[in-house]
């Protein structure tokens, strides 16, 4: 018999409301906020969106498990970009086993992220399992490049 992984059908992230480091022990962060309308958190949310502060090149949104949970081996990622149009352009999906650690480069390309749909991304871990999740910007669109959907998927 050989060993088959199952898909969790639900998304790693929780809604993170009002903050970019809830006491759930989730944290957000980004290279840059545009303000605290356009917080990293925001990419967990049904509405709303992260915007960098004038920043078109080498800008992330990075979300970090808690300590009490074990990592995780992610299948796909899924981005929807801000709905003024000014979104990455060339970009990584990164994941490190250890929070602030080595990140391991799990996707790139230079499809422009879509303001219209939510775009979705296989991946192959190899087995590994992550506790950080970064959306890196190489480079973007228009003033303040950003997300307004960051999601993970990962294997049970």
């Known amino acids: 018999m050989t060993d088959s992984k199952k898909k969790q059908v639900s998304a790693l992230f929780p809604q993170l409301w009002g903050t970019n480091t809830p006491s759930s022990g989730w944290t ?11 917080s990293a958190y925001n990419v967990t949310l049904p509405t709303g969106e992260w915007a960098t502060a ?7 949104v990075t979300i970090k498990m808690p300590n009490y949970l074990q990592g995780v081996e992610p ?4 981005v929807k970009g801000r709905s003024s149009g000014e979104n990455p352009t060339n970009w990584r999906f990164q994941g490190a086993e250890t929070p602030g650690g080595a990140v391991t480069f799990l996707y790139e390309s230079s ?24 959306f890196y910007g190489v480079s973007g669109s228009g003033s303040n490049c950003g997300l307004s959907e960051f999601q993970v998927y990962y294997f049970l």
């Not at 004038?54 to 992330?60: D, I, K, W």
């Open 111 to 134: 499809t422009p992220i879509s303001s219209t749909e939510t775009m979705f991304f296989n991946i192959d871990a190899n087995g590994i399992k992550y506790k950080e999740f970064t």
């Open 75 to 78: 299948y796909g990622f899924a």
């Open 54 to 60: 004038g920043v078109t090149n080498n800008f992330y």
């Open 28 to 38: 957000a962060y980004a290279s840059s906020e545009f303000n605290n309308s356009f």
